[in-house]
């Protein structure tokens, strides 16, 4: 099972940025919890945002900022992350199969955002 990102890159503080992560070697369907992740320097690895089933769950920090959905015709889970602030700047790590909030089945390699004040 491999999932890739892509969406991250250098964007202005207020600015909006769409991650993406497809999956291919297995098809994800609505029992598999899918998550995203992210880890800024110096810091340990935190959870952002899960959808299980039609529920979907926020790290405080980014309620009402970011959206994780999902599309599992493309295999595919998203994380709309609108009115960035310089302190989500952070690997973001896509994850299949999560577990207890913080451990999952498989991880993307990550993608690298940057929001700049």
């Known amino acids: 099972v491999q999932l890739v990102e892509s969406g991250g890159g250098l964007v202005q503080a207020g600015g909006s940025l769409r991650l993406s992560c497809v999956a291919s070697?297995?098809?994800?369907?609505?029992?598999?919890?899918m998550g995203w992740f992210r880890q800024a320097p110096g810091k340990e690895r935190e959870v952002v945002a899960i959808?299980?089933?039609?529920?979907?769950t926020y790290t405080d920090s980014v309620k009402g900022r970011f959206a994780i959905s999902r599309d599992n015709a493309k295999n595919t889970v998203y994380l709309q992350m609108n009115s960035l602030k310089p302190e989500d700047t952070a690997v973001y790590y896509c994850a299949a199969g999560v577990k207890r909030g913080r451990e999952a089945d498989y991880w993307g390699k990550g993608t690298l955002v940057t929001v700049s004040s």
């Open positions: 070697g297995r098809t994800f369907s609505n029992r598999d919890a």
């Open positions: 959808i299980s089933w039609f529920i979907t």
